[in-house]
């Protein structure tokens, strides 16, 4: 850029300053190096009052430790986000052996989430985990990773890692009490569909 404010000068021409010259000279010392700008944006960058960028979309909420199955599935179909559409006139009933415990976790309409050790009566389905699944699907830290894992299990089974879906009612009667829509009763016996 330099060259635009240079004027050529001829041997025959008087070297006197004209005002244009000097405005030129001016202009040419105004001109930061490129050493200069990058410094400058460094120490503006530092001068920036820190701010908070938001959290990246489609982060997850974690889910809590839980040292048993059975206390993690009832934490989420506790949870609005994970059992959401859950509502109070749905009723389920699952048998899970997990752990070499048989337990149940129901909903009656209108009633809570409940949840004991022992064998169910007229249960929708009954779901076996392995104990190498159940470790993995413990240290699950969000519910997609719950999911990946529970299905990777059901779809592809290894020797000591399983989850063995038995739909014991039909499908269609599943379907109308919520299992379609609910995203972990649609985890838990989707698969099986």
Request: proline share 5%; glycine share 4%; no cysteine.
């Amino acid at each position: 850029m330099s060259r635009f404010f240079r004027r050529k000068k001829k041997d025959d021409e008087e070297t006197e300053s004209r005002p244009e010259d000097d405005i030129a000279t001016e202009i040419k010392e105004e001109v930061p190096t490129e050493a200069e700008v990058i410094e400058e944006k460094e120490e503006e960058k530092v001068m920036e009052p820190a701010t908070l960028e938001p959290a990246p979309e489609g982060r997850e909420d974690t889910i809590p430790y839980h040292d048993s199955i059975q206390a993690r599935l009832v934490y989420m179909l506790n949870d609005p986000v994970m059992a959401d559409g859950l509502e109070g006139t749905h009723e389920f009933m699952l048998e899970f052996m997990a752990m070499g415990e048989r337990f149940w976790i129901a909903k009656a309409p209108l009633g809570q989430i409940e949840s004991k050790v022992g064998k169910a009566t007229d249960e929708d389905a009954h779901i076996r985990i392995s104990n190498d699944a159940v470790a993995e699907l413990l240290n699950a830290a969000t519910f997609s990773h719950f999911s990946k894992i529970y299905l990777k299990y059901y779809k592809a089974s290894e020797a000591g890692k399983f989850i063995k879906i038995e739909a014991r009612k039909p499908i269609t009667d599943l379907n109308r009490r919520g299992y379609a829509r609910v995203p972990v009763l649609k985890l838990l016996i989707g698969a099986a569909r």
